[in-house]
T-cell receptor
Framework: DQQVKQNSPSLSVQEGRISILNCDYT??????FLWYKKYPAEGPTFLIS?????DKNEDGRFTVFLNKSAKHLSLHIVPSQPGDSAVYFC????????????FGKGTKLSVKP | KAGVTQTPRYLIKTRGQQVTLSCSPI?????VSWYQQTPGQGLQFLFE???????NKGNFPGRFSGRQFSNSRSEMNVSTLELGDSALYLC???????????FGSGTRLTVV
């Protein structure tokens, strides 16, 4: 039973436009959510996170939105750049520990020049 | 500052063999977590260690084991390898348990 779901395996966006990556979760005990970016042959790199007590967190071009009632979060990248092309993973944790993350299966983002 | 180092980067083993993977965390980091990444299951949590103690364990069979040494370096062992164990094994470290994990580049294990 998948607790964190990324229903879009891939997304293609034009350079300069907005990329929106979505993530749904089922476990209401999750209290911290993270987005990681992964290039081939490298480990995931932390991008941005959000606590369940917030509904938005922004860091430069990256904004994460959390809708607890819908158990849904999204990552917005504005403007998208070709270097953003990678696989993006949504992850969740509970009990204040990020040492045990539940990951989604990832969305491959392609940003075309 | 050196990142998380995993060795070896690539490994080919035969079914039934055992394998040991190594992870050297960032200097000063005492918390280490291990994950398995496969195309079908994505990233799945294996273990979490802090100061040589296993704090959490994922839903994997007993063939998967790990340990952490006094210098915070960690190893994971898989015994009686199966074809389905072929995966990218990722290690992540943090200065304290639960926050700010940095991932290594992983060990690609292929079981033939």
């Amino acid at each position: 039973d998948q607790q964190v779901k990324q229903n879009s395996p891939s997304l293609s966006v034009q350079e300069g436009r907005i990329s929106i990556l979505n993530c749904d979760y089922t476990n209401s005990m999750f209290d911290y959510f993270l987005w990681y970016k992964k290039y081939p042959a490298e480990g995931p790199t932390f991008l941005i996170s959000i606590s369940s007590i917030k509904d938005k967190n922004e860091d430069g071009r990256f904004t994460v939105f959390l809708n607890k009632s819908a158990k849904h979060l999204s990552l917005h990248i504005v403007p998208s750049q070709p270097g953003d092309s990678a696989v993006y993973f949504c992850a969740a944790s509970h009990g204040g520990s990020q040492g045990n993350l539940i990951f989604g299966k990832g969305t491959k983002l392609s940003v075309k020049p | 500052k050196a990142g998380v180092t995993q060795t070896p980067r690539y490994l080919i083993k035969t079914r039934g063999q055992q394998v040991t993977l190594s992870c050297s965390p960032i200097s000063g980091h005492r918390s280490v977590s291990w994950y398995q990444q496969t195309p079908g299951q994505g990233l799945q949590f294996l273990f979490e260690y802090f100061s040589e103690t296993q704090r959490n364990k994922g839903n994997f069979p007993g063939r998967f084991s790990g340990r952490q040494f006094s210098n915070s370096r960690s190893e994971m062992n898989v015994s009686t390898l199966e074809l389905g164990d072929s995966a990218l094994y990722l290690c992540a470290s943090s200065a304290r348990t639960g926050y700010g994990y940095t991932f290594g580049s992983g060990t690609r294990l292929t079981v033939v």
